[in-house]
């Protein structure tokens, strides 16, 4: 596999990750007890921490691109093993 094609992927598996770690850990103002500004959203996070954030997505992903690379090598979920016309 080239390079710029473990790049491609790894960056995938990071986006995905970074939109499923989003929303975990998030409180509102209300819950947070912290007045809402003019014109916020009430479900706007009032405790939002990018950095956390992207270390969550980063190691998800890390685990994501390894069991992705694992069966890659091993082999053990190939093309011929999904393809549903095949058994026609």
């Known amino acids: 596999m ?3 094609s473990i790049i491609a992927i ?3 598996f990071w986006v995905m990750s ?3 770690v989003l929303p ?3 409180r509102t103002p209300n ?3 912290e007045r809402l500004v003019p014109g916020q959203a009430t479900s706007a996070p009032g405790n939002f921490r990018p950095r956390r954030v992207i270390l969550r997505a980063t190691g998800l992903s890390l685990l994501l691109f ?3 690379w694992a ?3 091993e082999g053990w979920v190939t093309p011929e093993d999904i393809n549903i016309m ?3």
């Open 2 to 4: 080239k390079m710029t």
């Open 10 to 12: 790894y960056a995938l």
């Open 18 to 20: 970074a939109f499923l």
């Open 24 to 26: 975990f850990g998030l």
């Open 31 to 33: 819950e947070t007890g």
């Open 66 to 68: 390894a069991l992705f």
């Open 71 to 73: 069966n890659y090598v």
């Open 86 to 88: 095949a058994g026609r």
